[in-house]
């Protein structure tokens, strides 16, 4: 059975407020909890410093928790460069059963894909435009430029501080919806929250006030 294109059209145009709902109800849907590093998400990003050079940004999340395993520049986007930082990863956490990318050329590489193999890592792509495929990193990457672009860094050093106070807020101090109020370091570790009383309780501040909330230390 085929149809032509302008049913289609008439189709959406007809349902076009129910579309629009279901949509919106995807967007609002609760994910499923996974198992933790189970799979993680990869990709880059990058921030241009107060001369005007260009830093890329590489970060590993794991997608049970939500942990930030890794953001910080890198020096370049050569795979070589890529697969140290995310060798250094696997053997701080364990490595993942998956690894997601997206479909650029270095994640593609002969030499990528040969090393996540013979890690045991079996890779993932999502589909040429539709970056929702690899939500949770692209969501940390929402999180992160929201308050990195009203951020002035002025160099490499700067950068590099500024991403290990994100990543400590991120993954210790803001909870999280999606995992019932933890925060990814909770969620991570398989804690409750609200079944262990802190030992104490601290103001955190940092990037003038951008980043905020109260530590837990337990």
Not at 61 to 70: E, F, K, T
Not at 152 to 179: K, S
Not at 189 to 203: E, F, H, N, R, S
Request: charged share 20%.
């Amino acid at each position: 059975m085929t149809v032509g294109k302008t049913w289609v059209a008439e189709t959406i145009k007809r349902h076009h407020y129910a579309i629009a709902d279901l949509r919106l109800r995807w967007k609002r849907e609760t994910p499923k909890l996974m198992r933790c590093n189970q799979v993680w998400g990869l990709d880059l990003t990058g921030k241009g410093d107060q001369d005007g050079n260009r830093h890329t940004l590489l970060g590993i999340i794991d997608h049970g928790s939500r942990l930030a395993m890794h953001l910080a520049p890198v020096a370049d986007k050569r795979t070589v460069t890529l697969l140290k930082v995310l060798i250094s990863v696997v053997e701080t956490f364990g490595p993942p059963r998956v690894i997601r990318t997206d479909n650029e050329a270095v994640f593609r590489s002969w030499l990528f894909c040969f090393v996540l193999k013979q890690l045991g890592i079996r890779q993932q792509f999502s589909q040429p435009g539709m970056p929702w495929q690899n939500g949770r990193i692209e969501r940390l990457f929402g999180t992160l430029k929201g308050k990195l672009n009203q951020l002035r860094v002025a160099d490499l050093v700067g950068l590099q501080q500024a991403m290990a106070e994100f990543t400590f807020w991120y993954n210790t101090i803001r909870p999280h919806q999606h995992l019932n109020g933890r925060t990814p370091l909770e969620a991570w570790q398989g804690m409750d929250p609200y079944q262990q009383i802190p030992k104490g309780a601290y103001l955190f501040q940092a990037w003038d006030g951008l980043l905020a909330g109260v530590y837990l230390r337990r």
